[in-house]
């Protein structure tokens, strides 16, 4: 099983309309809503791929009831949820349909208290039982808990978990301390991390030897379009995505961790799970609605994808 770890998840809605004109009261004919967050998007990947998975949030008050109600009940996924009082926030986007711009609004996550994180630490300890492979996605809700991924990685290793690390900022830095066994940062993560630009692909290379140095057995640098260095022990290479009809890019780089998850699920050959999760975020672009792919359409362009050898 699966198991992923969103500590800012959303309730994640999308108002269709023809033009945005500022000051007016727009009125839309559609609208969707799913829940949001990282590791909520792999999960549904991973779902939709036919793998089992679990999703752990942290949540509060009504809007964090309504994306457990959707991750279970319009996902059908199993889900862990650690409340806490302050509520969960939502973003909204604003599609302009006739010129295929969005304009989001980001309410702010939720904060969280010394005794509701000692809460979520427990919570994962109990609803981690029987994962073999944990992913740690996006960033904390609250400054006060960027320990997080710090803490809980130990205890998903220590139960024989292997542990994906998908994040930025002061989170990231602090759960390498833990060594992760696998990360995938993009380049401009990456690039706050180790304090230099990745403009070249040596100083690709050099960043991505620096979590190596640090312990990490796999690493996966994102290049968006360009697909992905990937690299562990002695292989080497760049996973290259399709051409295709872009629609919504949001949320690829989870479906791309979804098929390195399953990978190591599965014991999968290295090219085989990259080529698997540069197929499932090709998919996921296809579409507006993130996650809403099918098996079938990965497995359509699993043989486009291109291994690029370093």
């Keep these: ?5 969103t500590p800012n998840p959303c309730v994640d809605k999308t108002v269709f309309i023809d033009t945005l004109k500022i000051g007016t009261f727009m009125r839309s004919q ?21 793998r089992p998975t679990r999703a752990m949030v942290v949540v509060g008050s009504h809007p964090g009831a309504h994306v457990v109600d959707m991750i279970e009940n319009q996902d059908g996924v199993k889900c862990a949820p650690a409340w806490v009082e302050s509520q969960t926030r939502t973003i909204t986007t604003v599609l302009e349909e006739s010129i295929h711009r969005q304009t989001a609004f980001f309410e702010p996550g939720s904060k969280v208290t010394g005794a509701e994180y000692d809460g979520i ?9 029987g994962a073999k492979v944990v992913t740690f996605n996006g960033t904390v809700s609250d400054p006060a808990i960027r320990t997080l991924y710090r803490d809980l990685i130990p205890i998903a290793k220590e139960r024989g978990a292997l542990t994906i690390l998908d994040s930025h900022g002061p989170e990231f830095a602090l759960g390498l301390e833990s060594v992760p066994h696998m990360v995938k940062p993009n ?3 990456t690039e706050e991390l180790v304090g230099y630009k990745l403009d070249t692909r040596d100083a690709q290379w050099k960043a ?33 995505p399709p051409a295709i009809k872009e629609v919504n890019p949001v949320g690829s780089g989870d479906a791309l961790v979804s098929g390195f998850a399953i990978g190591l699920l599965e014991d999968l050959p290295l090219r085989d799970m990259a ?6 975020g090709t998919a996921n672009a296809m579409s507006w ?8 359409e990965v497995d359509a362009l699993i043989n486009q994808v291109e291994i690029r050898e370093a």
């Design 1 to 5: 099983m699966i198991f992923t770890v």
């Design 30 to 50: 559609r609208c969707t809503c799913i829940p949001g967050g990282k590791g909520t998007n792999v999960s549904r990947a991973v779902k939709a791929l036919g």
């Design 121 to 129: 630490i427990e919570t994962f300890r109990k609803a981690v039982e």
């Design 187 to 189: 380049v401009a993560e």
């Design 208 to 240: 991505i030897d620096s979590f190596h140095d640090k312990g990490v057995n796999l690493v996966v640098l994102s290049l968006g379009k360009d697909g992905a260095l990937v690299s562990r022990e002695s292989e080497r290479f760049q996973v290259v």
């Design 275 to 280: 080529t698997l999760g540069c197929a499932a």
């Design 289 to 296: 609605d993130i996650g809403h792919f099918t098996k079938a």
